[in-house]
C-alpha cells in the first residue's frame, strides 16, 4: 500500500508540474511565429503600424516566455529528485537531449530574446528581425530535444543494457535523434504551438473589435493568426495520422484504451462515441489499411496471431520471461566474480530475455492496462475541440475578409471564448500520450513502480501541495500581467 501511494503521488506531482509547464510552452512557440511573421511584414513595407504591433504581441510573449522558464526548470529536476531509479538507469540516454537542449537550444533563445526584446532601435532591422525569428526556432529547437527524450520513453531505441553497470547506455545517438516517434510527436507539438498561439491572438484581438477600440490593429492581427493558426491545424492534422501509425505499431496498449477497444480483428471501427462507430476507420487509421488488423486489450493481454501468421505473447509470458531476466541478472550479479562459467550462463539467459526485463516487476496483467476512460475521452476532447477550433478559424478570417467580422458578435464572443478550449485540447493530447502508456515510464522497459525514488509518501505530498500553491501563484500573476498589459492595448490608434 506504501508502495502504491508512494507511485501514485509521485506520478501526480509530476503530471502537475508538466500540466502547468504545457501551459506556457505552446504559446510561446505559437506566438514566434506570429510576432516575427509581422515584423517581417514592417522591415518589407516600412510600415510603423506594423512595428507596434509586432511589439504588442511581442510584450505578451515576453511574459509567458519568463514565467514557462520556471516550470520548465523544476520539470527536469523532478526526474532526480522523484525518478531516481530511473535517471540512474537510463540517466546516460535521457539525459544526452536534455542537456543539448539546455546548453545549445536554450542560451540561443536567451539571447536572441534579449536582442529581440531590448534592441529596438539600437540594432539594425534586419538583424533585429534575424533576432526574432532565431528566438522562435531556438524554441523550437529547444522542443526537439525534450520530444526526443520524450519519445525515447515511449520507444526507446539505440541502447543496450550493461548488467555490470546496471543502466541502459547509448550505442546509437542518431537512433535516438531519428527516432520515428521524436520525428512526428516534434511537428506535432510545434504546430499545436501555432494553434494555442493563433487562438490567443484571435481572441483577444476580438476582444478589442467588441469594445470597438484598435480595430485596424485587431484585424491585422486576426488576419495573420488565422493563417498561422489554420496551416498549424492542418499540419496537426497530418502530423497526428503518423503520430498514429506509429502508436498502432510501437504501443498497441495505448491505441486500444483510446478506442476502448477490448477485441481487435480486421476492419477494426473507429468509436466517435460508445455505441456510434464507423467501419474499418480504426484499421485506415492504424496501417493505412481497410483491413488492417489492430489489437484490442484482450488481444494484447491473451496473445495474439496475426493473419500474416506473427505471434505476440500473452502477458503472462511476457511477465514470465521478465522474472528469468530479473532471477538470471541477479544470479549473474552474485556469481561474475567468484564463478565465472556459472555468470555467463547467467547472461546468456539474461540476454536471451533482456527485451522483457521490465515485466519482471509486474504482477498482475491487470497492470498493463491503463485508465481506459479517462485516455478514451481525453482522445475524443482532442479531436473534437480542435476540430471545432479548425472551423472557428476558418469563420474568423472569412468573416474578417468580408469585412463581417466587426458586426457579427456572436463570432467575436466564440472566439474569445475559444481561448480556454485550445488549452484544454492541448492538456487532453498531452493525457492520451502519458497516461495512455501506464504502467510504463519507459514502454515495455522500466515500469513507473520501479522507477521512483526512495523518499517518503509524506515528502512528497508536502512538495507537491507547496507546487500547487506556487504554480498556481505562477498562473495568476502571469494572466494579471497579461490582462493588464492587453487592457492598455498597443496604442496604435
Known amino acids: 500500500m506504501l508502495e502504491t501511494a508512494l507511485v501514485d503521488w509521485s506520478r501526480l506531482q509530476f503530471a502537475l508540474t508538466a500540466g502547468y509547464h504545457w501551459l506556457f510552452v505552446p504559446l510561446t512557440l505559437g506566438l514566434a511565429v506570429i510576432m516575427a511573421t509581422m515584423e517581417t511584414v514592417y522591415v518589407a513595407t516600412g510600415d510603423e503600424f506594423w512595428k507596434r504591433t509586432a511589439k504588442f504581441w511581442m510584450k505578451l510573449f515576453a511574459i509567458n ?4 522558464i520556471a516550470t520548465g526548470i523544476i520539470l527536469e529536476f523532478e526526474f532526480g529528485t522523484n525518478f531516481s531509479n530511473y535517471s540512474w538507469f537510463v540517466g546516460d540516454i535521457f539525459g544526452a537531449p536534455l542537456a543539448i537542449e539546455g546548453i545549445f537550444a536554450f542560451f540561443m533563445e536567451a539571447t536572441f530574446f534579449a536582442v529581440m526584446y531590448f534592441g529596438w532601435e539600437k540594432v539594425s532591422k534586419r538583424f533585429h528581425l534575424a533576432s526574432t525569428w532565431l528566438t522562435g526556432i531556438g524554441a523550437a529547437i529547444s522542443a526537439v530535444w525534450i520530444l526526443v527524450a520524450n519519445s525515447w520513453m515511449q520507444h526507446p531505441v539505440g541502447m543496450e543494457f550493461n548488467p555490470d553497470t546496471v543502466r541502459h547506455e547509448m550505442v546509437d545517438f542518431w537512433a535516438l535523434v531519428l527516432n520515428p516517434v521524436a520525428i512526428s510527436k516534434f511537428f506535432h507539438s510545434v504546430f499545436i504551438g501555432w494553434m494555442t498561439g493563433a487562438i490567443f491572438v484571435i481572441g483577444i484581438s476580438c476582444w478589442y473589435l467588441l469594445k470597438r477600440r484598435e480595430t485596424r490593429f485587431a484585424l491585422a492581427s486576426i488576419r495573420i493568426a488565422a ?8 499540419a496537426v492534422m497530418f502530423s497526428g495520422d503518423s503520430s498514429g501509425v506509429h502508436v498502432a505499431e510501437y504501443q498497441p496498449m495505448k491505441l486500444a484504451a483510446a478506442e476502448g477497444l477490448e477485441d481487435g480483428g480486421e476492419r477494426a471501427p473507429f468509436s466517435i462515441v460508445p455505441g456510434v462507430e464507423v467501419p474499418a ?19 494484447l493481454l491473451d496473445g495474439y496471431t ?7 505473447l500473452s502477458a503472462d509470458e511476457k511477465i514470465e520471461r521478465g522474472k528469468i531476466a530479473l532471477e538470471a541478472f541477479g544470479e549473474y550479479r552474485a556469481l561474475k566474480d567468484t564463478d565465472p562459467e556459472a555468470a555467463a550462463i547467467a547472461r546468456q539467459r539474461l540476454d536471451e530475455n533482456v527485451d522483457y526485463f521490465g515485466y519482471g516487476y509486474i504482477n498482475s496483467k491487470e497492470e498493463l492496462v491503463p485508465p481506459v476512460g479517462l485516455v478514451y475521452w481525453a482522445f475524443r476532447v482532442m479531436i473534437g475541440l480542435g476540430s471545432l477550433l479548425l472551423v472557428l478559424m476558418i469563420a474568423v478570417l472569412w468573416a474578417e475578409r468580408k469585412a463581417k467580422l466587426r458586426n457579427m458578435r456572436w463570432l467575436l464572443w466564440a472566439a474569445l471564448c475559444s481561448i480556454p478550449l485550445v488549452y484544454i485540447a492541448g492538456q487532453a493530447g498531452w493525457i492520451v500520450a502519458e497516461v495512455g502508456r501506464q504502467p510504463w515510464v519507459i514502454e515495455g522497459l522500466l515500469p513507473v513502480k520501479a522507477a521512483v525514488s526512495s523518499v517518503s509518501v509524506a515528502a512528497v505530498q508536502t512538495t507537491f501541495w507547496l507546487f500547487v500553491a506556487i504554480f498556481t501563484l505562477f498562473l495568476a500573476i502571469e494572466i494579471r500581467i497579461l490582462l493588464k498589459a492587453i487592457k492598455q492595448g498597443p496604442q496604435i490608434e
Open 65 to 68: 516566455f519568463s514565467v514557462g
Open 227 to 234: 493563417m498561422v493558426g489554420i496551416i498549424g491545424t492542418f
Open 281 to 299: 476507420m480504426l484499421s485506415i487509421l492504424a496501417t493505412h489499411d481497410a483491413d488492417g488488423y489492430v489489437p484490442g486489450i484482450n488481444d
Open 306 to 312: 496475426t493473419p500474416d501468421g506473427v505471434h505476440h
